[in-house]
């Protein structure tokens, strides 16, 4: 019973019941307007043509001895029973018909719905681990194909997010160990060292200090992260001028302390965003570039914008450069820099990066200004 209710329920049955009914109501009209004017003209067509001669079934007959009004009852007689054979044969070509279009109507349906099988089946087969599947329709571009193509963009996004989750898991995941590991080998040590000293004590809990600190930054980094997935923050204007000054200010006496300079060339450029994770993408850059340059070194923090409508921020260093690959494609560089990938692309832009063995690395968050089209 619930199989035949689901077959009654089926796009495909209720195509073809569609299909049929409106071939049969079509056939029916053009049927009945035919018998009434077949039946209009047997009425205007007189088979008797004088009182002496008639004609049944297509023979003369002499009927000299039938007057003329029992003459018109056999007209009458011989018109009704034409009629009424033409009528029994209609109802049988009605039947034929509906039955006839209601098998056509189940196998024009079927191709119809073809693609939307290939779809179903697809979707049945794909697993949270493997959005490698697409329908890769060949058919026209029709509304299923476009259906189908639609489907499978859905699934190219899906698929790069989750890459991208992993991606991001294994950055995490490695990141946190290696602070972890810092502070228990030094514990390990401390514990097992009888004549271990007070200042011993002091040393490892600077370096447990330094060590929670960094976790307590990548802490921040994840909820940062997490806040801009689930879209809780409101975006508003950002000029980039402002969070690059900003982030020189903040800068500048770390690098003072390395023997770092940290130059700012803040330039207008106002895109739509959310403050807080912007300026957190720019420290993360920041803070890699003094991480990798020496002593005497130079650091260019800037902004603008171009005339395809994308605003930029570049943080230039004179270390000894960063693969560009490793950055756009995600590494095992830091968590800094795949949480300022994700946020970069979260507000539509792009993470770029470029490398000199003279210069250093120069990496370039491209974000599109306010009322330009990110698609471009």
């Known amino acids: 019973m619930s199989k035949l209710s689901s077959f009654v329920r089926s796009i495909r049955f209720r195509l073809s019941v569609m299909y049929s009914s409106v071939v049969f109501g079509l056939g029916a009209a053009v049927l009945g307007i035919t018998y009434y004017f077949v039946r209009r003209g047997l009425r205007r067509l007189p088979l008797v043509f004088d009182s002496r001669l008639a004609i049944v079934n297509g023979r003369p007959i002499l009927i000299q001895n039938i007057d003329l009004d029992t003459a018109e009852l056999v007209e009458q007689a011989i018109t009704q029973r034409a009629l009424s054979i033409l009528s029994d044969y209609l109802w049988i070509g009605l039947v034929a018909?509906?039955?006839l279009s209601l098998v056509v109507g189940w196998i024009v349906a079927g191709r119809a719905l073809r693609p939307v099988d290939a779809i179903t089946a697809v979707a049945r087969e794909i697993q949270a681990s493997d959005l490698s599947r697409r329908i890769g329709?060949?058919?026209?571009?029709?509304?299923?194909?476009?259906?189908?193509?639609?489907?499978?963009?859905?699934?190219?996004?899906?698929?790069?997010?989750?890459?991208?989750?992993r991606r991001f898991l294994a950055d995490t995941s490695h990141d946190l160990r290696t602070p972890l590991a810092v502070i228990r080998s030094n514990v390990d040590v401390?514990?097992?060292?009888?004549?271990?000293?007070?200042?011993?004590?002091?040393?490892?809990?600077?370096?447990?200090?330094?060590?929670?600190e960094r976790m307590g930054s990548m802490i921040d980094d994840l909820l940062a992260t997490a806040r801009l997935e689930a879209r809780a923050a409101a975006r508003v204007r950002v000029d980039l001028a402002d969070l690059v000054s900003?982030?020189?200010?903040?800068?500048?006496?770390?690098?003072?302390?390395?023997?770092?300079?940290?130059?700012?060339?803040?330039?207008?450029?106002?895109?739509e965003g959310v403050p807080e994770t912007l300026r957190r993408a720019i420290n993360n850059l920041a803070d890699n570039a003094l991480k990798a340059s020496p002593a005497g070194s130079k650091i260019v923090l800037a902004s603008g914008a171009n005339d395809d409508g994308w605003g930029w921020v570049v943080v230039a260093d004179e270390g000894k450069g960063i693969d560009p690959s490793v950055v756009e494609k995600g590494s095992k560089r830091g968590l800094g820099l795949t949480i300022v990938r994700q946020i970069v692309e979260s507000h539509g832009g792009r993470l770029a990066a470029h490398r000199s063995p003279e210069r250093g690395s120069t990496l370039i968050?491209?974000?599109?200004?306010?009322?330009?089209?990110?698609?471009?």
Do not use: H, K
Not at 141 to 159: K, V
Not at 365 to 376: E, F
């Open 137 to 165: 329709y060949q058919g026209p571009d029709d509304e299923l194909g476009r259906l189908a193509a639609t489907f499978d963009q859905m699934l190219e996004r899906l698929d790069a997010a989750f890459r991208a989750q």
């Open 246 to 271: 900003e982030a020189a200010t903040e800068f500048q006496p770390r690098g003072a302390e390395q023997g770092v300079e940290v130059v700012a060339n803040p330039i207008t450029a106002e895109v």
């Open 190 to 212: 401390l514990v097992d060292d009888p004549d271990a000293t007070v200042e011993d004590w002091r040393e490892t809990a600077a370096i447990i200090q330094r060590n929670t």
């Open 365 to 376: 968050m491209w974000l599109p200004l306010v009322g330009s089209d990110p698609s471009r």
């Open 97 to 99: 018909l509906f039955l």
